[in-house]
């Protein structure tokens, strides 16, 4: 089993800043991708950014230059740090993990989802 805890989320007005974090723990063989969702009321759940285990981070459009994605492998952790919030912004956040697990039955890939931490922009 795996479980993602989120911390970080909270009321911050427009313009500033905060640091999300996700900490995976539990039983497994490896973590591949992770990453940062968000879903506003009345909204889907759309993609934030994702940070391979090895590689280049990937960004929306709409966050791109303003948030940044990292993570810590000894930790396993993975961080969003938001800068120049905005309204738009204000959403639960969800972190998402993509990890393998092995068994007698040979490896196999799992997407695991944090419950969600609350971001709210004021304007």
């Known amino acids: 089993q795996v479980h993602l805890l989120e911390s970080g989320g909270g009321l911050v007005r427009a313009g500033g800043s905060l640091r999300l974090s996700c900490a995976l723990s539990g039983t497994f063989s490896s973590i591949n991708a992770m990453g940062w969702y968000r879903q506003a009321p009345g909204k889907q759940r759309e993609l934030v950014a994702t940070?391979?285990?090895?590689?280049?981070?990937h960004y929306a459009d709409y966050v791109k230059g303003r948030f940044t994605i990292s993570r810590d492998n000894r930790k396993n952790t993975v961080y969003l740090e938001m800068t120049s919030l905005k309204a738009e912004d204000t959403a639960v956040y969800f972190c998402t993990a993509d990890v393998t697990h092995s068994d007698y039955k040979g490896a196999y890939r799992y997407d695991y989802w944090g419950q969600g931490t609350q971001v709210t922009v004021s304007a």
């Open positions: 940070i391979p285990s090895k590689g280049d981070a």
